[in-house]
């Protein structure tokens, strides 16, 4: 039996938003527009739980080949004999294998890459991109990224991701700039 001021939501999971709280202490609520909303919550989280298709599948196969970061139009180039030919559907791929974590997005080339530990989920990572040979370092290092967050939210920012480059010379191209 419930107590008075708890209501029963569909999310179990930790973390879970349970909004009947919120509607219940309004005046003028519409059930409907409650079973609405956790209608949608249910099928956002089956979205999440679907098993990627053969495009995502795809996708990440060419993006784990490839040598540096891709563009979605390289990448679209790579899948096409594979009967995958509209941008859109390379986009969502992306989409869908960012918030898997099996990819991220690199904004100062507009590429992607594949994570380079995706049994290991993460929402922030350090690139560190070098600007001659176009090598790419994954990093993740926990205790930069939360003193950041520390910083970021003494000033009321809430981030929604995080996404640091640093560019610059790899081991190789700064030997062999300094053996010139």
């Known amino acids: 039996m419930m107590q008075s001021g708890q209501d ?3 999310d179990d999971g930790p973390g879970s938003l349970n909004i009947l709280p919120l509607y219940t202490s309004l005046r ?3 059930i409907t527009s409650v079973k609405a909303y956790r209608a949608l919550l249910r099928r956002d989280r089956m979205n999440r739980m679907q098993p990627r298709g053969a495009n995502h599948e795809q996708v990440y196969r060419v993006l784990r080949s490839a040598r540096g970061p891709m563009t979605a139009y ?5 899948v096409r004999p594979k009967g995958i030919s509209a941008p859109p ?3 969502r791929a992306l989409n869908r294998l960012m918030r898997d974590g099996l990819a991220h997005r690199l904004e100062s080339m507009n590429a992607y890459v594949a994570c380079a530990d995706p049994q290991d989920r993460h929402d922030s990572a350090i690139f560190a991109i ?3 040979c176009g090598h790419i370092d994954e990093m993740h290092e926990a205790s930069v990224m939360e003193h950041l967050m520390r910083k970021i939210s003494k000033h009321g920012f809430a981030a929604d991701q995080t996404t640091i480059e640093i560019q610059g010379l790899c081991a190789s191209c700064a030997g062999s700039s300094c053996a010139r």
């Open 8 to 10: 029963r939501s569909d």
């Open 28 to 30: 003028a609520y519409s």
């Open 74 to 78: 390289q990448i679209l180039d790579a």
């Open 89 to 91: 559907t390379v986009y």
């Open 130 to 132: 070098c600007h001659d």
